[in-house]
């Protein structure tokens, strides 16, 4: 597991050096930019105003995520000049979970990304998580979910939000499946090459591509993802999150997901009538940082893989995997399940997994 004890400095001197100042548009500002030609992403900072967030001994949610908001922002703009960034807050104030999807909605935006602390009762607890819409197969997602979802109490009306609230009735499961479809396969690439760069050069380490009914996302018309992005439950991780070093390296490994997701997928767009297609042009790739990560074999295992990022999974055996992680090489998508320091705990679980159904399960390496 790579450690927090990074060099802030290199970090600091490249993004001062490689990023130039840009004005930023917030969303409640009057004043219309446009980008002809480029993606339109719109930056959600979770929290705000009255509705801290996670809470650590040294910060709070609500601050870390408009800073790395903001810096996401200027990295994009210094990497696709075309694209259009709308933060759905630059500063600290309260936006309603409904208002941040609406202002998506709005601007006809190709992404959402809406950015979050984690927090646990477990101290232990470290590492990224990133979220697409759907139902919550897991209590460890529902209880994230729960708590992000909190947020609706600091609103003057929460009523518009019952029917999602009590997950366990039938019509709640109607509406997180009917929602949970509609963009899946665009926002698991996002979150997969979101959690891919977390995997390599995150501290915490990648706690996985998941799924949950979160609010914030249920009703953005395009792809949407929900990054957690780290622990201020975490002392050690906390430290990491609230310093400017870290917030860089958080925002460079999220725009590098987002630039490989427009790298890779074909932008289509609606120009003065007429329908083309528009592939972001290459080279735009961030430079990464000169650091020495300490890495550390450990051992994973491979359950599946398909060729298309949203695998259906009909198999009963799936309900016996705790969680997975959704890693692309080349033009397929591996699922790949734990992560053993020991070889023989691995193949104790890879026999595991080979008895409940999993007949071409195998163990393979990764580094963390």
Not at 98 to 106: C, D, L, Q
Not at 192 to 205: A, V
Request: aromatic share 8%; proline share 3%.
């Amino acid at each position: 597991m790579k450690n927090y004890e990074f060099q802030a400095k290199v970090v600091c001197y490249c993004y001062v050096f490689l990023l130039l100042p840009y004005s930023l548009r917030s969303a409640n500002n009057d004043s219309k930019v446009q980008f002809i030609g480029g993606p339109k992403i719109v930056l959600d900072a979770g929290h705000g105003g009255h509705d801290s967030g996670a809470k650590g001994r040294i910060a709070t949610e609500k601050d870390i995520t408009v800073s790395i908001c903001t810096k996401i922002a200027q990295i994009l703009l210094e990497s696709m000049p075309s694209t259009e960034i709308i933060q759905t807050r630059t500063k600290d104030e309260f936006i309603p979970l409904h208002r941040r999807s609406e202002i998506a909605n709005e601007n006809l935006a190709d992404l959402f990304i809406s950015v979050h602390c984690n927090a646990s009762t477990n101290i232990k607890a470290r590492g990224t998580e990133t979220y697409v819409m759907g139902i919550h197969k897991l209590k460890e997602n529902l209880l994230v979910a729960k708590r992000e979802n909190q947020s609706i109490h600091f609103e003057e009306d929460a009523t518009r939000y019952e029917p999602m609230l009590d997950t366990e009735t039938p019509e709640a499961h109607i509406l997180l499946s009917q929602f949970q479809n509609q963009y899946l396969s665009q926002s698991l690439s996002l979150a997969s090459y979101c959690e891919e760069q977390f995997r390599l050069n995150h501290p915490g380490g990648s706690r996985g591509v998941k799924q949950a009914g979160f609010l914030v996302l249920h009703q953005a018309n395009m792809p949407s993802i929900l990054v957690e992005v780290g622990y201020l439950s975490n002392p050690t991780e906390e430290i990491y999150l609230a310093s400017e070093a870290g917030q860089i390296e958080i925002a460079m490994e999220i725009s590098q997901a987002i630039v490989r997701y427009f790298e890779e997928k074909p932008l289509a767009l609606n120009i003065k009538g007429v329908n083309k297609i528009n592939r972001i042009a290459s080279g735009y790739s961030i430079n990464s940082l000169n650091q020495e990560l300490i890495n550390k074999s450990t051992y994973q295992i491979q359950i599946a893989a398909s060729k298309s990022c949203a695998m259906v999974q009909d198999h009963p055996a799936w309900q016996f995997v705790p969680q997975y992680d959704i890693i692309q090489k080349g033009e397929l998508y591996q699922y790949v399940t734990g992560h053993f320091d020991d070889k023989a705990d691995a193949a104790m679980e890879c026999e595991r997994l080979k008895q409940i159904g999993f007949s071409d399960a195998f163990i393979i390496k990764s580094a963390h």
